[in-house]
């Protein structure tokens, strides 16, 4: 009974954190992060940092807020 049990956790633990790490997206300093929930936008921008998002469901698309500057000849 303890055997099943304590290979019952140890298979949850494990899904729990391939869940975490496919949920898990950086956002660059520079950057900003549009969510899109099933191709529709989802909520407001995220900022720069760590954020999470449903896995398999929404698709972080990020943007990049440098200024480039060209040579004017």
């Known amino acids: 009974m303890l055997e099943e049990l304590l290979t019952t956790g140890i298979a949850a633990g494990a899904a ?3 869940y975490v790490g496919a949920a898990a ?7 900003r992060g549009v969510v899109f ?5 989802a909520g407001d921008v995220r900022p720069p ?13 990020k943007v990049n807020m440098q200024i480039v ?5």
């Open 49 to 61: 940092g760590f954020t999470l998002v449903v896995p398999f469901v929404d698709r972080l698309q």
């Open 37 to 41: 929930r099933l191709g529709r936008l």
């Open 16 to 18: 729990g954190l391939v």
């Open 25 to 31: 997206r950086v956002v660059k300093q520079y950057e």
């Open 69 to 73: 500057t060209l040579p004017v000849p």
